[in-house]
């Protein structure tokens, strides 16, 4: 009954920027903590941000100081804004949610994942 949709990856070269957004729509009765995870090719799946519904946020180290996870509750999105990409950073990134729906209670949901390249 909900779906999530990334946008907002492609091609950066190294010290560029990129902001994703993720957007939930459906039945959504409340959205509880939403994440941002990265996968590389050969790599377990990674968490990178996370925030609350009150807006608090926690972020993976490498990442600290770069990346800023927000979010508008009103249209039921996340956000992430890369800054200072590194190769490193090159991934599929998710977006996670947990979601409760008019019908049934809270779920865990994914996007299909946007790429983000990062590469001179």
């Known amino acids: 009954q909900v779906q999530l949709v990334e946008s907002g990856g492609g091609l950066v070269q190294p010290g560029g920027s990129l902001r994703l957004s993720c957007a939930a729509s459906?039945?959504?009765?409340?959205?509880?903590?939403m994440d941002w995870y990265r996968q590389a090719p050969g790599r377990e799946r990674e968490l990178v941000a996370t925030i609350t519904s009150g807006g608090s946020t926690n972020y993976v180290d490498s990442v600290k100081g770069r990346f800023t996870i927000s979010r508008d509750n009103a249209k039921n999105t996340v956000y992430l804004q890369m800054n200072s990409l590194k190769p490193e950073d090159t991934a599929v990134y998710y977006c996670?949610?947990?979601?409760?729906?008019?019908?049934?209670?809270?779920?865990?949901?994914w996007g299909r994942g946007t790429q983000v390249t990062v590469s001179s």
């Open positions: 996670h949610a947990k979601i409760a729906t008019f019908f049934s209670p809270t779920y865990d949901y």
């Open positions: 459906g039945s959504i009765s409340s959205v509880n903590v």
